[in-house]
């Protein structure tokens, strides 16, 4: 956090962050999400705009000297920034003295958790095919997604017994896949993809994803459905992989869940690197 709010004036180098810190780019922006529950791009733009609102309120400076040494080009720019945070402008904001948002400095605390065993095996597969259909959701973070439960009923049952009947690869029987997410916010789009792994052709209405070679860490849990699939996410970022050598690394994560009343077991993949 100290170097984030050492380089806010200028441009925050996440690459330098990942290597202070010793992993990757990507890994570093999927664990701040996972622990901060905020990207971090939107974290530094919060930081960015809550100093520049102290600098509003005392003015000192013009708004467009503000504006120029946070990062924006405009004053329409810069007033846009302001209003989504803080819900006035930064006019009326030094004029009226009104009451704006302030993003706290993140500090992280070690707590001792983990007393609880994760149950995990690690893969190693080569590049396989998984035929079914496709979409784009908003994420959401706790409870049903609306989107995707409406996307999977348009499939129908007839259709999704089709795809089960084509399963014949690991993991097996019908997988509900995520990739290409946005940020980690609630409303953030992410592409899902319901199919299953085959090395049968693809019906012509079905589509075809190839899946690349990945070394794979496949976690398995059972409980109360949807919350036990949510909660696995939340502890394999905060809790799993800070306490293993492994990285995630960009791909598709694969869910295959089997629900039994209120109660699912669920394997979930997600793509990692040692």
């Given at each position: ?58 003015g000192q400076?013009?708004l467009l ?138 019906p012509e ?70």
């Amino acid at each position: 956090m100290a170097r984030i709010e050492q380089d806010l004036e200028g441009e925050v180098d996440v690459k330098l962050l990942a290597r202070i810190a010793g992993t990757s780019e990507y890994h570093l922006r999927r664990l701040f999400s996972a622990l901060a529950g905020i990207p971090l791009s939107e974290y530094i733009r919060r930081r960015k705009l809550t100093r520049a609102a102290s600098e509003v309120l005392s003015g000192q400076d013009s708004l467009l000297d503000i504006a120029v040494r946070w990062g924006y080009g405009s004053n329409e720019a810069f007033a846009r920034a302001f209003k989504a945070m803080h819900n006035t402008g930064p006019q009326e904001a030094r004029l009226q003295k009104k009451a704006l948002q302030s993003q706290q400095i993140l500090t992280f605390r070690l707590t001792v958790e983990g007393s609880t065993s994760m149950e995990y095996r690690i893969v190693e597969k080569d590049a396989f095919q998984v035929v079914g259909r496709g979409t784009r959701v908003p994420l959401v973070h706790l409870g049903m997604n609306p989107a995707i439960v409406e996307f999977v009923k348009g499939i129908g049952m007839p259709t999704l017994e089709r795809m089960k009947a084509l399963s014949d690869g690991e993991p097996g029987g019908l997988l509900a896949i995520t990739s290409n997410q946005e940020g980690s916010q609630e409303g953030d789009h992410l592409d899902y993809f319901q199919g299953v792994v085959t090395t049968q052709q693809a019906p012509e209405d079905m589509e075809t994803m190839t899946v690349p070679k990945n070394t794979w860490a496949v976690f398995r849990s059972e409980g109360p459905y949807p919350e036990t699939i949510q909660y696995m996410w939340r502890d394999i970022y905060t809790q799993w992989f800070p306490s293993n050598s492994y990285q995630s690394v960009e791909g598709p994560s694969l869910l295959q869940t089997q629900i039994n009343g209120d109660t699912a077991t669920a394997e979930l993949w997600i793509p990692v690197t040692s």
